[in-house]
């Protein structure tokens, strides 16, 4: 198995990526105003804060930096790094890789563990190669469809 020595860095931007997507979520921020025009300004505010707290990864571009020691997420203001130790699985889907803190499956999954939102198919399989070299273990493609408790 090569082992890699450079970082990779991948940067998405789900806003700039998604144009088509725009137009929904114009809509989806016009339900606010509604909210605020119909129960007072203070709660359309209140209700426009939450969504876009909720929604502020698809506005801002997000970028993985795939080290030797761990991986680095930047995301605007926000940086943080997790080490390779910290994960035990990786699985593919069409969007992404997310990588698990847990051998099997769990219900813990999405609060533990990182998705890495890549939709290319190429550029999936060259970082899913880099993270096996770092973390061990085999891909796992969510096919399987086993569901385990991780008592």
Do not use: C
């Amino acid at each position: 198995m090569d082992q890699f020595t450079e970082e990779l860095q991948i940067r998405v931007w789900p806003a700039q990526d998604r144009r088509r997507l725009w137009r929904f979520v114009l809509f989806v921020f016009g339900v606010p105003w509604i909210f605020g025009w119909a129960f007072g300004l203070y709660w359309g505010l209140f209700a426009w804060v939450v969504l876009m707290a909720s929604t502020f990864s698809f506005y801002v571009p997000t970028t993985y930096v795939l080290k030797d020691t761990g991986i680095e997420v930047r995301r605007w203001l926000i940086r943080y790094e997790r080490p390779w130790s910290q994960f035990k699985r990786i699985e593919r889907d069409r969007h992404g890789v997310f990588l698990g803190t847990f051998k099997f499956r769990s219900r813990l999954d999405p609060f533990r563990g990182l998705y890495l939102l890549i939709e290319d198919p190429e550029m999936q399989e060259q970082v899913v190669h880099w993270i096996q070299s770092k973390i061990g273990g085999s891909d796992d493609s969510g096919e399987s469809g086993e569901d385990s408790n991780n008592d």
